[in-house]
């Protein structure tokens, strides 16, 4: 494999940062939507209130205060992820 390939081929923050973070909102939205329609012993509520602080089910600030931090765990993981998977990449090579 060439120098050239091996750059166009790394990996970067910030595509997968917007990717993960949409991939979190979506989930949460899912879940969220899912939560309004299914019986309360079925909603994922309390799955996410550990992990979102401030978010609660039926209030609409609790409900953009869950997308605001949803959307930076999606960041939180790619700025953890990416050079991690640099550095094991570089040393297997």
């Known amino acids: 494999m060439t120098n050239a390939t091996q750059t166009t081929n ?20 899912l879940c969220v939507g899912f939560g309004l329609i299914a019986p309360e012993s079925m909603q994922m509520y309390q799955a996410w209130a550990p992990l979102l602080p ?8 609790g409900f953009v205060i869950g997308l605001i931090e949803v959307y930076l765990y999606g960041w939180y993981l790619a700025i953890l992820f990416v050079p991690l998977y640099r550095w094991f990449n570089s040393s297997a090579a």
């Open 10 to 29: 790394r990996l970067r923050i910030g595509p997968l940062g917007n990717s993960l973070s949409l991939l979190l909102l979506i989930s949460y939205l």
């Open 54 to 61: 401030g978010f609660e089910l039926f209030s609409f600030s």
